[in-house]
């Protein structure tokens, strides 16, 4: 007997109880082996099935969404970052693209206050030296790092994320939160201890800590350039659990090699997976595998949502996530 539910080409591997629940639900192709799909595969898959279920990684182009004849109806992106989709293209051919928000809110906002806690403690640094044998026991001036709680941290993109930042900043650590997203309505931010500033100049200036949470777009390709990293204070510390090119790394680079800031600590790349080689070789930043999901528990929430974008488009329902 044939199965005549949703085919739905899911392309990297998923958390078992994701992949289980797939299964029941959709024709599910699944990759056991978990590499990549080649743009060609990814073309095949928007000829031949119903749904695609693509993560962050995968590039959904304008030509692989305008492939023809083509049978996909709907993207359900693993991830709530969608920049690795061609979403003006997949409106225009009516294809519906959605994501993943909220689930991972906590997660990445627990990997942020993570990289922050790293880079001013210099806690990378440390751990290199002791699995090098090199420690050579403790005194008084070794390895001094700097003082989070107390100091003022600088929120860039006051969404989901950049608040739950700001919360823990305020709540966990007293520190002084601002930040600079001009749609976000005063009465949230103050909700989660953080004061506007009119510009990102202004909260660069101030901040002895910055953290990036804006999604990446056009506009915000490069925004970390090297004036504004000019703006910094010496001492200040840069955070980026958002999207790699939100930042100039080769500025970045020659801003941590010169000490026009002190430290960064860095969870995505501009060009994943590879990361510039200068930045691996200075010990003032921190450099993680784009691990902000990266919970047993954020990443199973991620697939199930995912699963619940595609249950609703199937059954005649406008999905809740629907970002195209
Ligand atoms: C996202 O969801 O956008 C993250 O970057 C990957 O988990």
């Not at 095949?44 to 995968?58: F, K």
């Amino acid at each position: 007997m044939s199965d005549t539910r949703p085919i739905v080409v899911v392309t990297r591997q998923l958390p078992a109880p994701v992949e289980r629940h797939a299964a029941g639900l959709f024709d599910v192709r699944l990759n056991a082996t978990d590499t990549p799909l080649t743009a060609e595969q990814l073309g095949e898959a928007m000829r031949t099935a119903d749904a695609l279920l693509p993560t962050v990684t995968d590039a959904i182009t304008a030509a692989i969404l305008g492939i023809s004849p083509r049978r996909v109806r709907i993207v359900a992106n693993f991830g709530v970052g969608y920049n690795n989709i061609d979403v003006a293209t997949a409106r225009s051919l009516g294809i519906v693209v959605t994501n993943t928000p909220d689930v991972l809110t906590d997660d990445t906002a627990d990997l942020a206050m993570t990289l922050m806690l790293m880079a001013a403690r210099r806690a990378g640094e440390g751990e290199r030296l002791v699995r090098a044998g090199a420690w050579t026991g403790w005194r008084p001036t070794h390895m001094l790092g700097t003082r989070v709680s107390g100091k003022t941290l600088g929120i860039l993109g006051l969404g989901r994320i950049g608040r739950a930042v700001a919360k823990r900043a305020s709540d966990g650590f007293g520190m002084r939160v601002i930040y600079f997203d001009p749609p976000v309505p005063i009465g949230e931010a103050r909700a989660c201890g953080a004061s506007p500033r009119e510009s990102i100049e202004d909260v660069l200036r101030e901040s002895d800590f910055v953290s990036l949470h804006m999604p990446a777009s056009p506009e915000n390709r490069h925004l970390m350039n090297a004036d504004r990293l000019a703006i910094m204070p010496r001492h200040a510390i840069l955070i980026n659990t958002a999207r790699g090119d939100v930042i100039d790394e080769a500025a970045l680079t020659v801003a941590l090699e010169r000490g026009t800031i002190t430290a960064a600590a860095l969870d995505v790349f501009e060009r994943e997976p590879a990361v510039n080689p200068a930045l691996t070789k200075l010990e003032n930043v921190v450099l993680l595998p784009h691990l902000g999901s990266a919970t047993t528990e954020a990443r199973v929430a991620m697939g199930e949502r995912a699963l619940t974008n595609l249950e609703t488009f199937f059954s005649g329902t406008p999905p809740r996530d629907r970002v195209a």
